[in-house]
């Protein structure tokens, strides 16, 4: 390869990842309509059976794209609001187990601690557990899910 040659394609080369660079910044400043539509909402308990403080695991079914899925949410009641956490630990993707006795989310894979809020209190997991949108109509609560 002569001097051109080379040149050439490393200016090609340069202007390549300067392109996905600016699409790169463009797609986590813009992110894409399609992404935020799909949440779609399953039915997931009445409304009567809310805790009205602490902590409930509820086991629930939905139906995916094509066959029926099982998950289970965390409803969380404090005095200030009511939260569904997904039971997923933000580590490495075990399921996080409530304590009613220490009143904190554990996860039994590398000790994870997450308090009532889902805040991390101890061990590796890098963020706080996931939020899951909860809409109350007609005396039935719902969840929403990215499907
Ligand atoms: S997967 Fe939960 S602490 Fe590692």
Known sequence: MDRRNFLVSFVKLFF??????????VFYIFPSRERTQNI???YLMDE???P???VRKVDFEYNGE???MGSRVYISASDKELTAF????THLGCFINWDHN???????CHGGRYGIDGNVTAGPPPAPLARLPLEIKDGKVYIGMKI
Do not use: Q
């Not at 390549?16 to 910044?25: D, H, P």
């Open 40 to 42: 779609r909402y399953f």
């Open 66 to 68: 094509d066959r029926t």
């Open 102 to 108: 220490k009143k904190e989310f554990i996860c039994p």
């Open 86 to 89: 997904s039971s997923v630990c």
């Open 16 to 25: 390549a990842g300067l392109f996905a660079a600016v699409c790169s910044v």
């Open 48 to 50: 009567d059976s809310l």
């Open 52 to 54: 009205r403080k602490g």
